[in-house]
């Protein structure tokens, strides 16, 4: 019996190594809580900020991925078998970015509510 690549490969981690989402290290915790609560909410924007940029970027190279193997796919005649879950995985994308954008919509309902006068 063989040992799967990954299994082998220190460079490939399990799924272990993957941080909960739910789980918010105390240091950010405190980063986001510190200081005055506006100070606390634009801290809090910033790193929503980040999540979105680093879930789009990810979503992008997926997308960019499925993508180029639909082309190939279509170019080899691999048929149903092997185009049927790219098309999965492109409804997968769209309902991702779809998320990823009412994410960034209120994002920035939060930003124009800070910037209004009292």
């Known amino acids: ?6 299994a082998s ?14 789980d918010v290290s105390s240091k950010e915790a405190q980063a986001v809580g510190a200081g005055s609560p506006a100070e606390g909410d634009a ?3 910033e790193r929503l900020s980040e999540v979105y940029h680093d879930l789009n970027n990810s979503l992008a190279v997926i997308s960019g991925n499925a993508q180029l193997l639909a082309e190939l796919a279509r ?10 879950p790219l098309e999965d995985v492109e409804a997968a994308r769209s309902d991702i970015s779809d998320a990823l954008e009412r994410l960034d ?14």
């Open 43 to 45: 801290r809090l924007r």
């Open 75 to 84: 170019a080899e005649d691999l048929g149903p078998a092997f185009t049927d």
């Open 1 to 6: 019996m063989s040992v799967p690549p990954e």
């Open 105 to 118: 919509r209120l994002r920035a309902k939060t930003d124009r509510q800070e910037s209004r006068p009292p």
């Open 9 to 22: 490969d220190p460079a490939v981690s399990s799924s272990d190594d993957v941080p909960d989402p739910d």
